[in-house]
Nanobody, 121 residues
């Protein structure tokens, strides 16, 4: 069965950093683009970052560009989100997702359960 398991969330002070990980199993990892999304209380889920099958292409939401970095290690079936200069508005549950066909208009096929990121000011 396909599983995406996020980890690395926690409580951090504004201006600090966190590194999220998402371990995938049950799929051919290198055949999927990967994305990170987040959802804060009372808000809709929003796109954060995406990375193509081999990691040669990346895309970021304007709100995180320059602060967050998405990467992947296909030998470990893992995608990462390095989050620097965190702001209170970054607080949310962060989800990783797998996308068979890379692109903004294509669906994500699998989702993880999420990991909580809390940012204190």
């Amino acid at each position: 069965q396909v599983q995406l398991v996020e980890s690395g969330g926690g409580l951090v002070q504004a201006g600090g950093s966190l590194r999220l990980s998402c371990a995938a199993s049950g799929l051919t990892f290198s055949d999927y683009a990967m994305g990170w999304f987040r959802q804060a209380p009372g808000k809709e889920r929003e796109f954060v970052a995406a990375i193509s099958w081999r990691g040669t292409k990346t895309h970021y939401a304007d709100s995180v560009k320059g602060r967050f970095t998405i990467s992947r290690d296909n030998t470990k079936n893992t995608v990462y989100l390095q989050m620097n200069s965190l702001k209170p508005e970054d607080a949310a549950v962060y989800y990783c997702a797998a996308q068979r066909f890379y692109g903004g208009h294509n669906p994500y096929d699998y989702w993880g359960q999420g990991t909580q990121v809390t940012v204190s000011s």
